[in-house]
């Protein structure tokens, strides 16, 4: 079994910035791909970045040049650097990874999710 915790999240002021992080625990032997989504009210929920274990990274167009994910793979850690936030930003944020553990394949696992709230 896998656990995502995501921290970081809270309410910021437009123009401000937030760092999201995630860890994963449990029985790991290797983590592909890592990334963060996001889910508005009445949205579908969304990719914002990802990232592979080799450090390529892929992020939504409407925050690129703002937002940057990196990985520490000795800490099974993802972030999420977040600055110049919009109020379109506000969104639950939930961490995603792709886990070999104990299963044949390869798994996504979640997090709980964690608030992001950005005031005008």
């Known amino acids: 079994q896998v656990q995502l915790v995501e921290s970081g999240g809270g309410l910021v002021q437009a123009g401000g910035s937030l760092r999201l992080s995630c860890v994963a625990s449990?029985?790991?032997?290797?983590?592909?791909?890592m990334g963060w989504y996001r889910q508005a009210p009445g949205n579908q929920r969304e990719l914002v970045a990802s990232?592979?274990?080799?450090?390529?990274?892929n992020y939504a167009n409407s925050v690129k040049g703002r937002f940057t994910i990196s990985r520490d793979n000795a800490k099974n850690t993802v972030y999420l650097q977040m600055n110049s936030l919009k109020p379109e930003d506000t969104a639950v944020y939930y961490c995603?990874?792709?886990?070999?553990?104990?299963?044949?394949?390869?798994?996504?696992?979640w997090g709980q999710g964690t608030q992001v709230t950005v005031s005008p």
């Open positions: 995603n990874a792709n886990v070999h553990s104990l299963m044949p394949i390869s798994t996504d696992y």
């Open positions: 449990g029985v790991i032997f290797r983590i592909n791909a």
């Open positions: 990232i592979t274990s080799g450090g390529a990274t």
